[in-house]
């Protein structure tokens, strides 16, 4: 039985082998006596520390206390530095629920994985291309500017690559004219823009915010407003809840509430363009993460707009966008795509939450 002060507030913080060996990963289920069904800890995988990009979960952060009382049970948080290996707990045992890319999840499930997508948080890649200061003034916002210049990235492959890759052959240009240099992680991106590695570079929101602020950048596209981006990128699924099988349906109440959390969540914040509005919203260890309410709301200038065109369902334009170029119709008609992409919970909350279903155009 954990305390009547909510655990919502304890981010554990644990390493892949941790997460899988000792008291991070799942738990076995509790006594609940006449209650509904729970293990006595739910530990949910995810990537940083209450990244801006996850808004619509931290924001339940009501309702998630209230799972906790409910089901006499603690969520518990295990963070990570990448997506592959929050996934890798929740397909390993060592975590119930993670907060992962959709992609990512699909690639897994294709292959069998025992997972399914309950809910996404937003539609785009959830990042910015950034040009340096020194250019902004004979280069502006015009990228064709840039053409035949070096562009940073995190990894081949990755989803900032494939975004700018989409967003400079869509201005026209070749990318087998210009010069891509992978910097290996998001902390390498403005080190590499402020000493002039490269010309411009593609950054999460936190990353691209901190450049711009610090003088060192400036804003050329932003990749998470759709009107702009979607003759590029198309309809892209960002990041959700991904629940492994056995915990959905061992567990299908709290799966649902868990999923209820995130929609309420997503209501609260989805249209709201007052950052400050937005951070009061959050839990206090949100807003310790975020100190500073200038930066917060250059973040959220940027993240916004990504949360507007999502109703947090899987929706055909959006996994047709997202799957094109890389799953074939035979992958996503197969049983475990099938398995995984499931709107079911979704549709549930918004009857039980009592709240209007926004359009998701």
């Known amino acids: 039985m954990v305390n009547q002060k909510s655990r919502f507030s304890r981010l554990a913080v644990c390493s892949v082998a941790l997460a899988m060996a000792v008291g991070c990963g799942a738990a076995a289920p509790a006594d609940t006596g006449d209650g509904p069904a729970a293990p006595d800890r739910v530990t949910v995988s995810v990537v940083g520390n209450y990244i801006t990009a996850y808004a619509p979960f931290w924001a339940g952060a009501p309702e998630l206390a209230a799972i906790e009382e409910r089901y006499a049970t603690e969520i518990a948080y295990s963070s990570f530095g990448r997506g592959g290996d929050a996934l890798t707990a929740v397909v390993g045992g060592g975590a119930d629920v993670c907060i992962c890319n959709f992609a990512q999840g699909l690639r ?123 003759a590029a990128t198309g309809r892209i699924l960002g990041n959700g809840l991904v629940m492994g099988r056995e915990f959905r349906e061992t567990y299908p109440e709290l799966a649902q509430d868990l999923v209820d959390a995130t929609i309420a969540g997503l209501d609260r914040v989805r249209a709201e363009t007052d950052a400050s509005v937005v951070h009061g919203l959050m839990p206090p260890e949100f807003q310790e993460a975020h100190p500073d309410p200038e930066a917060f709301a250059a973040e959220w200038e940027l993240m916004q707009p990504a949360f507007l065109p999502t109703d947090g369902s899987t929706e055909p334009d959006a996994l047709r966008d997202t799957t094109r170029d890389e799953f074939s119709a035979e992958d996503i008609a197969g049983p475990g795509a099938q398995s995984y992409i499931d709107n079911s919970l979704v549709d549930a909350a918004y009857s039980r939450l009592g709240i209007p279903r926004p359009s998701s155009s």
């Open 108 to 230: 897994g499930a294709v292959q069998d994985q025992p997972i399914s997508y309950v809910s996404n948080f937003f539609i785009g890649p959830g990042t910015a291309l950034i040009g340096a200061a020194a250019h902004e003034a004979d280069r502006g916002t015009d990228l064709r500017a840039y053409d035949g210049g070096t562009f940073g990235y995190t990894q081949e492959g990755g989803a900032s690559h494939l975004t700018l890759v989409a967003t400079v052959e869509d201005r026209g240009m070749n990318w087998a004219d210009q010069n891509g240099i992978a910097v290996g992680s998001i902390t390498a991106l403005v080190p590499a823009l402020q000493s002039g590695r490269v010309d411009a570079a593609v950054m999460d929101v936190a990353s691209a915010a901190t450049s711009i602020r610090d003088g060192h950048g400036y804003l050329i596209h932003n990749s998470n407003d759709l009107p702009s981006s979607e």
